[in-house]
């Protein structure tokens, strides 16, 4: 079961795994041999607990609750997942 103020871990995880699939062309060019060890399954749950934890994926969540704010909590989910990949990809 979810709590009130978050959206569904798998619809959460789903995110993250897009938003990594658009980062990760980058992180093997510029990481090749480490691209080829990372479990990306593992990499992705890895930032899902990083971003559960994270205060600003809290705000955007309790924003989203109220129907005028659902674009702009939605636009800054996105920019605080790519934050969590690109810092655990070094990017």
Do not use: C, K
């Not at 980062?23 to 593992?42: K, M, N, S």
């Not at 705000?59 to 934050?83: P, V």
């Amino acid at each position: 079961m979810t709590e009130p103020d978050s959206i569904s871990p798998t619809s959460l995880r789903d995110l993250v795994a897009g938003r990594l699939e658009l980062h990760w062309p980058t992180f093997v060019e510029q990481h090749p041999h480490l691209a080829g060890a990372i479990e990306r399954i593992q990499l992705v749950d890895s930032v899902v607990d990083r971003i559960s934890d994270d205060p600003l994926y809290r705000q955007a969540m309790e924003a989203a609750g109220h129907d005028e704010r659902i674009l702009a909590a939605a636009l800054n989910l996105a920019t605080l997942i790519d934050t969590w990949v690109g810092r655990t990809l070094g990017l």
